[in-house]
């Protein structure tokens, strides 16, 4: 079957304008998470949904990153005047419900801000 | 504030060596850790995961040895092969939670040599 995938694979953008990812989970999973990996480093945390509800945000570095996921299936992380500290690779990843499940993660997006 | 600290950074190994990657905690309340294996290119994948109630996991060439006291956990690749040559991660969760965020180490590059 599917895995989670991303798109696109890659983005290049200049400082000031605004992206946006899209994460398409695998078919059913309920728990959808948004990870930023910066070069040489783990992933580190964003945002979660459960279903369609945002229910931890915590890891979001400021106002100008949001996400959403509608329908509770497809995700759309946003990234309004985007800087070159965001620069990094952006990781989705969904499970079939939150704790002990296995998190599949996507591909990812390569984010690069000029 | 790192909350999970991975070593080594990077790791040599010949064939049919062990590798051993150490992980330390901080946050007690962490009670699942799991390890995930990241290839070029791909997304990391779940490895192999312990709870705090056992000392010693094993599926196959891969052992996690757990100290619940030192709050530390290694990871364990017997009879190391090149084709284990990827960037491994430890990880922690607080399972009552009710996202399941992964909280990663820094990773380690392990590269195994014919």
């Known amino acids: 079957g599917a895995g989670v995938s991303q798109s696109p694979r890659y983005k290049v953008t200049k400082r000031g304008q605004d992206v946006a990812l899209r994460c398409d989970p695998i078919?059913?999973?309920?728990?959808l998470y948004w990870y930023r990996q910066a070069l040489g480093q783990g992933p580190e945390f964003l945002t979660y949904?459960?279903?369609?509800?945002?229910?931890?945000k915590s890891g979001l570095p400021n106002d100008r990153f949001s996400a959403e996921r509608p329908e509770g299936s497809i995700s759309t992380l946003t990234i309004q005047r985007t800087e070159q500290r965001d620069s990094a690779m952006y990781r989705c990843?969904?499970?079939?419900?939150?704790?002990?499940?296995?998190?599949?993660f996507g591909p990812g997006t390569r984010l690069t801000v000029l | 504030q790192q909350q999970v600290k991975q070593s080594p950074q990077s790791l040599i190994v010949q064939k049919g060596g062990i590798s051993i990657i150490n992980c330390a905690y901080e946050?007690?309340?962490?009670?699942?850790f799991p390890w995930y294996q990241q290839f070029p290119g791909k997304g990391p994948a779940l490895l192999i995961a312990?709870?705090?109630?056992?000392s010693e996991k094993k599926e196959g060439r891969f052992t996690i040895s757990f100290n619940k006291s030192a709050k530390q956990f290694s990871l364990h690749i017997m009879d190391s092969q090149p084709g284990d040559s990827a960037t491994y991660f430890c990880?922690?969760?607080?399972?009552?939670?009710?996202?399941?965020?992964?909280?990663f180490g820094q990773g380690t590059t392990l590269q195994v040599k014919p």
């Open positions: 312990i709870r705090p109630d056992v």
């Open positions: 990880a922690a969760i607080i399972v009552p939670s009710n996202t399941g965020k992964l909280i």
């Open positions: 078919s059913g999973h309920v728990s």
């Open positions: 990843a969904s499970s079939q419900r939150p704790g002990l499940n296995e998190q599949f």
């Open positions: 949904f459960n279903y369609e509800a945002q229910q931890d």
């Open positions: 946050n007690t309340a962490f009670d699942y």
